[in-house]
């Protein structure tokens, strides 16, 4: 397939991969943040391709797996009541909450439809005058624009009976909570390519310089990963501490200007929580005062949920690269992806499940 | 063949399906037989009885069951009514039987476009043709509406062994090879793409199909078949799993040599979806020993539905019974069972 095999071809992978044997001299530790990087490298074992010097810990950008249980619990608690249509990606259906899961509630007659845009579920409250539509808006800057578009949209045609639940996560304030975490091990990053092909990098600079580690931005493809694995362990072997940018078929160090512009118009910067690691300064998006009448959260007054987590589960840990999902005790044996005690065991991008289906 | 034949029943009188239709009456006795009389064959000459009596020329049998209850009824490639009869068909022909005869149980939705209905049984009636099976047995209930999504289909065959061939898993052996009979993928895409909601632009037509002409072309050639199965739910990494812990033997296989055409393959790299997960409803992978390998693919190719025919990989060792999948970039990893659905991801 156009545009995909090109970046899966097995002869330049084994040159990559050699060139990483030849250039790595020391154990270097390198994370990648995002999820879709963290499926890719185990869906195509390319860590089984790096040489021992090379270890890689897989980030928390998995939107899914950082979405806090509070926040679980309240659109489970929206989902289930009988004036609401609820819409959402397909893949926050099966994360667990407290007490049951989406997919769950819409088994016990909830009205809960998967849509692939937030643009789909606008019309779906079009359609649906006499229903409340709840959009659940999680992820990371990459989605933050559709999200953006969605609300922004829904207030110009004037639509009451249309919200969001937001839980939306930035990605840098997350590098920095790690950089400074007394257990970090992390020595090199491959930064997230979609959300820089919203936002640029110029962001990352500051982190590379106040940390002195190298940051490369880094695509999904198998090749996209090897090569910014390279340029990271270049970097890193020369002692150099720079932003480099490996995706420059889809990333500028600007970003999509319209669509930054868009979220500015939308969201304002919150501290926001992530599961597993905690509250993050600065480190969630949420809707702005002109557009709080779509915000579920207060459409729907929900108050204090008194939240439940498992007390096996590591996904914490885990997220920030400080264990590896077989050194959990539930892995594989009380957690698995048909019943799953953290949400990293569910999406596809989660690390937990990822190891779970392609290498145990 | 039933192609523009209108239908004896008046469709006009009666648009849509009654919950009457079902209730046992003079308007279920219309519809039995201005329709489905119609369509798969005149009553016996001694009256409707309560059971069929059928006479088999051979004392081994294969028996099967399956349900239908697609979404949405009519798809690119087919509808329920042709899936019903190939779903079946296909699972009798992959125990090596050859399928004869097919029951048909309705449940419908009060509601239901008699249109709808009819085109489903005109559809039920020329997929039983080509696949050289008759409807001998039939039952039709009606339910309330909201009670069923149109119309729900069972349909249950029997098919004759007439070889003496041992087909399952069981038999299975190390360096048997792992036939395909083409690319995968298609049914689950055109599902998906005319659903309500997740429709995009697509020309991706369903692979719906009978496989007993291609099966019975395989074993009347002599080849020493071990295990076959449909890549119907859960695509070809759950057919190579479920062989591979029945039969208690690892199996290795290459992605890159799954066929996969281009739209499919488009297809699931917008959805995050995996092709060898996606349902197929006219593929089947053929386990052969090694050196018979070539041949079979060759008889394959013979026919319009085998064309894409090739090996993607073997029965290996001892060792854990698992399947091992060499990536694009040539690195190896474990090809897992589905978990729940596939679901769409966020980014």
């Known amino acids: ?360 | 063949m039933i192609e523009q034949l209108t239908c004896p029943f008046p469709i006009r009188q009666y648009p849509h399906v009654l919950l009457a239709h079902g209730g046992g009456g003079k308007l279920m006795q219309q519809l039995i037989e201005k329709m489905f009389s119609y369509a798969f064959g005149p009553k016996p000459v001694h009256g409707l009885h309560d059971s069929t009596v059928l006479n088999l020329p051979v004392s081994k049998i294969a028996f099967t069951t399956d349900s239908f209850v697609v979404k949405p009824l009519f798809f690119p490639g087919g509808d329920i009514g042709s899936l019903a009869v190939n779903g079946t068909v296909n699972d009798l022909a992959m125990s090596g039987a050859k399928p004869l005869y097919l029951s048909l149980g309705f449940i419908i939705e009060e509601g239901l476009s008699m249109e709808s209905l009819w085109n489903i049984v005109r559809s039920i009636k020329n997929a039983a043709d080509e696949a050289g099976v008759t409807i001998v047995t039939g039952d039709t209930k009606v339910v309330d509406r909201g009670k069923g999504d149109g119309i729900f289909i069972n349909t249950s065959g029997i098919g004759i062994i007439e070889h003496s061939l041992n087909i399952a898993p069981g038999f299975v052996k190390s360096g048997d090879a792992i036939i395909i009979s083409g690319d995968v993928g298609r049914h689950g895409i055109a599902i998906m793409a005319s659903r309500e909601g997740l429709a995009f632009e697509t020309t991706i037509q369903s692979d719906c199909a009978a496989l007993n002409g291609l099966v019975h072309l395989i074993i009347k050639s002599g080849a020493d078949v071990h295990c076959m199965r449909d890549l119907t739910r859960g695509g070809l990494a759950s057919a190579l799993n479920e062989i591979a812990q029945d039969s208690g033997h690892p199996i290795e296989i290459e992605e890159a040599k799954v066929p996969v055409i281009e739209e499919v393959a488009s297809a699931c790299a917008m959805m995050g979806f995996d092709p060898l997960y996606v349902a197929n409803e006219g593929r089947f992978i053929v386990i052969v020993p090694d050196k018979q390998c070539e041949k079979v693919i060759s008889i394959l190719k013979t026919h319009p539905l085998g064309q894409g025919a090739c090996r993607i990989g073997s029965v290996s060792d001892a060792g854990r019974p698992l399947v091992s999948l060499k990536s694009f970039i040539g690195a190896n990893r474990i090809l897992d069972m589905i978990s729940g659905e596939q679901l769409p991801r966020i980014c």
């Open chain 1, 1 to 360: 397939m156009k545009y995909l095999d090109e970046y899966r071809d097995p002869v330049l992978a084994s040159q990559l991969s050699r060139q990483i044997h030849k250039m790595a001299t020391k154990p270097w530790v390198i994370m990648e943040v995002c999820g879709g990087q963290t499926h890719s490298i185990v869906k195509f074992g390319i860590d089984t391709l790096l040489p021992d010097e090379i270890e890689l810990v897989h980030g928390p950008g998995c939107p899914v797996c950082v979405t806090p249980l509070e926040t679980i619990d309240r659109a489970l608690a929206i989902a289930g009541r009988r004036d609401i249509i609820f819409c959402s990606f397909g893949d926050m259906l099966r994360v667990p909450g407290s007490t049951t899961d989406l997919l769950s509630v819409k088994a016990l007659g909830g009205d809960i439809r998967i849509v692939y845009s937030p643009l789909d579920a606008i019309k779906v409250a079009q359609d649906n005058p006499k229903k409340e539509v709840v959009f659940f808006a999680v992820g990371f800057e990459s989605t933050a624009p559709a999200n953006a578009m969605a609300v922004y949209q829904a207030k110009k045609l004037g639509l009451k009976n249309f919200s969001l639940l937001v839980s939306h996560v930035l990605v840098p304030p997350a590098m920095d909570a790690i950089l400074s975490s007394k257990s970090n091990r992390v020595q090199g990053f491959l930064a997230a390519g979609h959300v820089c092909a919203v936002m640029g990098y110029t962001e990352y600079f500051t982190i590379a310089e106040k940390y002195k580690v190298p940051i490369v931005v880094t695509g999904f493809e198998p090749l996209d990963i090897l090569q910014g694995i390279a340029m990271c362990v270049q970097q890193l072997e020369e002692g150099r501490v720079e932003v480099e940018n490996q995706y420059v078929r889809s990333v500028t160090k600007e970003g999509n200007l319209h669509a930054q512009d868009l979220i500015s118009k939308v969201f304002k910067v919150i501290p926001r929580k992530w599961r597993g690691i905690g509250e993050i300064p600065n480190s969630g998006f949420s809707l702005n005062n002109e557009y709080q009448d779509f915000d579920a959260d207060l459409k729907f007054k929900l108050g204090h949920i008194k939240t439940l987590e498992s007390l096996q589960c590591l996904s914490g840990l885990i997220l920030q690269g400080i264990k590896k999902p077989y050194e959990c005790s539930a892995f594989g044996v009380k957690c698995s992806p048909e019943s799953p005690l953290g949400a990293t065991m569910v999406s596809t991008e989660g690390a937990c499940s990822a190891y779970y289906r392609y290498k145990r």
